[in-house]
């Protein structure tokens, strides 16, 4: 008995709306990608530990409590960062 043909699974991707067989692959992200999310991390922790330790004078003393949104805001924006990573 003769063996059946193998076919390529198509891929469905949603953002472009193309399709592609399973064995591409995709291009990997620029250098720029994790380099960025990891300098955004550092800064948020580096803001909030500045923050706390200098008894809230540091590193703005006139946006009070709005220093911890700033903290927060380049930690959030780093976890959007790397949703581009591939």
């Known amino acids: 008995m003769p063996k059946?043909?193998?076919?390529?699974?198509k891929v469905y991707s949603s953002s472009t709306g193309s399709t592609t067989t399973a064995g591409e692959s995709?291009?990997?992200s620029p250098t720029w990608v994790?380099?960025?999310a990891?300098?955004?991390i550092?800064?948020?922790?580096?803001?909030?530990?500045l923050f706390y330790l200098?008894?809230?004078?540091?590193?703005?003393?006139?946006?009070?409590?709005w220093n911890l949104a700033?903290?927060?805001s380049c930690m959030v924006a780093a976890l959007?960062?790397?949703s581009k990573w591939r």
Do not use: N, Q
Not at 4 to 9: P, W
Not at 42 to 49: F, K, Q
């Open 4 to 9: 059946s043909r193998v076919r390529k699974k």
């Open 26 to 28: 995709y291009e990997p």
């Open 34 to 36: 994790p380099i960025t």
């Open 38 to 40: 990891v300098a955004l």
């Open 42 to 49: 550092v800064i948020g922790i580096g803001w909030l530990t």
């Open 54 to 65: 200098s008894g809230m004078a540091y590193p703005v003393a006139a946006w009070g409590y």
């Open 70 to 72: 700033v903290g927060f």
């Open 80 to 82: 959007l960062v790397l």
